[in-house]
């Protein structure tokens, strides 16, 4: 089971963070990700890191402003979001993936195998 939690309301410029707990799976075995989905719109790939944390990944419209990190010790991955815009606005998703941290794979949805729930984040102008 995935648990995102952090989300909440924001002025523009300011910042959040997210976490995601996993818990009844082997968090340290998987690569952990972030996405998003706005209405209407497709889930986008935000970040992605490996299981050790020695790797990272980031999709272009958040790289410089979100940082994940994860602490294997508390089954908890985590999103700074810094410099947050309104176009930001979207429920956020955690996922697992057992698979290989392959940069041209970690982009897409097939490559995670469990998913959280989600957390809305509402960034006003």
């Known amino acids: 089971q995935l648990q995102a939690s952090g989300g909440g309301l924001v002025q523009a410029g300011g910042s959040l963070r997210l976490s995601c707990v996993v818990s009844g799976r082997p968090f340290s075995s998987f690569s952990m990700g972030w996405f998003r989905q706005a209405p209407g719109k497709e889930r986008e790939f935000l970040a992605t890191?490996?299981?050790?944390?020695?790797?990272?990944f980031y999709g272009d419209s958040v790289k410089g402003r979100f940082t994940i990190s994860r602490d294997n010790a508390k089954n908890t991955v985590y999103m700074q979001m810094n410099s947050l815009k309104p176009e930001d606005t979207a429920g956020y998703y955690c996922a697992a993936s057992r698979r290989a941290f392959i940069s041209s794979e970690v982009p897409r949805v097939s490559a995670y195998d469990y998913w959280g729930r989600g957390t809305q984040v509402t960034v006003s102008s």
């Open positions: 890191i490996s299981w050790s944390g020695g790797r990272t």
